[in-house]
């Protein structure tokens, strides 16, 4: 019988249909609202699918360790759970704060559980990943206003799937990033998203979502302003690189929003996340990179055509390619943009180089803070 917790955020979610964006610091002001709880009805989703799977296959037997009440034990004991495969670990204050959940999560880790569901958003996320560190894998159930992280199964439904597929041995298990959004920046106006941990989770395509799932709705200013949140903590994370920033509106955009001097269609030089240089030809960067050992190249696709090197920035030679190193090329794009651009292309005018560059067939490309995707590239 394998021992798996389970932890319920009752308050996830609730700010979201009230628009408060988020319930951090305010579940009391969407009850107000009239705002409804989400996590029950999500968690329910969940034991419902995952004891239908129990019944077709007794192998899955699994005895839960959880929460009294509303955090777990409630849910259970309506899904049908005998109490005699329920240990209830925590007992939480009423209203239940992030203080149970770290307490619970902790709990869960002592009573040697092999995985720990948990339903809510990025915030109990948090919560979980930072008090578990890596000693057990964990499983988001979605149930908050945001989900950034790459913890969360696609639905609820899904997360018995992968559940099931764990106790299973057919999942492996996978480093993931926790990420969330500031959300009284967000009612400010302020998109600020950062990386608060990193976890171990499932690792199912299908199943468990991307680090940062990206959709049509996310408008172009909100992708914008993550990239820019991205190259902010990349710049103070590596002081002394010197970032090599090519030409186009998506990098001018994001510069833009960090308050750097960029120029529009040139190359342009930052150190620290402060310009040093601007609208560089290839001598210029060749005397920049004797100065500085560590650089990164900065690109944009051109849209539809795919190019990333040889097309508007010929002052990136092979020379300069090769004194940076193709594995600190860093592909930026938009999703939208990403979308509209079916593969990307290099020709720098050497065809060796060109040849490296494509034998690794994808590059990953930037689309959003800490999120990266796969991208073909061809000849």
């Known amino acids: 019988m394998s021992r798996v917790g389970l932890i319920v955020n009752p308050i996830a979610g609730m700010g979201g249909r009230v628009g408060l964006k988020g319930t951090d610091h305010v579940a009391d002001q969407a009850r107000a609202a009239g705002a409804e709880p989400v996590a029950p009805g999500r968690v329910r989703l969940f034991l419902e699918a995952f004891v239908k799977m129990q019944r077709k296959d007794p192998d899955l037997d699994v005895h839960w360790i959880t929460c009294a009440g509303e955090m777990g034990a409630d849910a259970l004991d309506r899904a049908g759970v005998a109490p005699s495969d329920v240990d209830v670990i925590h007992t939480p204050a009423t209203p239940t704060t992030a203080e149970d959940t770290k307490a619970a999560a902790a709990a869960c880790v002592r009573a040697k559980a092999e995985l720990l569901l948990f339903c809510g958003g990025d915030g109990t996320a948090r919560d979980v990943a930072e008090t578990v560190a890596e000693a057990i894998p964990v499983l988001g159930v979605p149930a908050g206003v945001k989900m950034h992280s790459g913890v969360f199964a696609v639905d609820p439904r899904a997360a018995a799937e992968a559940l099931a597929a764990f106790l299973r041995g057919q999942l492996r298990v996978g480093d993931s990033e926790v990420l969330d959004l500031d959300e009284d920046a967000y009612r400010a106006g302020e998109w600020r998203v950062r990386l608060y941990a990193k976890a171990r989770t ?93 650089a990164k190249l900065v690109v944009s696709p051109i849209g539809a055509q795919g190019f990333v090197l040889g097309r508007g920035n010929l002052q990136v030679s092979p020379e300069v390619v090769r004194r940076v190193g193709a594995r600190n090329l860093l592909v930026v794009a938009t999703p939208a943009k990403l979308a509209a651009t079916p593969v990307l292309r290099v020709d720098t005018g050497d065809e060796r180089l060109d040849a490296e560059i494509r034998r690794k067939e994808y590059l990953f490309v930037l689309i959003g803070y800490r999120t990266t995707k796969l991208h073909p590239i061809k000849d």
């Open 202 to 294: 499932l690792v199912e395509p299908s199943l468990v979502q991307a680090d940062k799932m990206m959709f049509a709705e996310v408008s172009e200013e909100s992708v914008l302003l993550e990239l820019a949140e991205h190259f902010r903590d990349l710049f103070q994370e590596e002081p002394g690189t010197l970032f090599l920033l090519g030409p186009g509106s998506t990098l001018e955009s994001i510069a833009k929003r960090l308050h750097m001097d960029k120029t529009l269609l040139g190359i342009d030089a930052a150190v620290g996340g402060k310009t040093v240089a601007k609208d560089l030809d290839e001598r210029r960067i060749l005397d920049l990179l004797n100065r500085y050992p560590k």
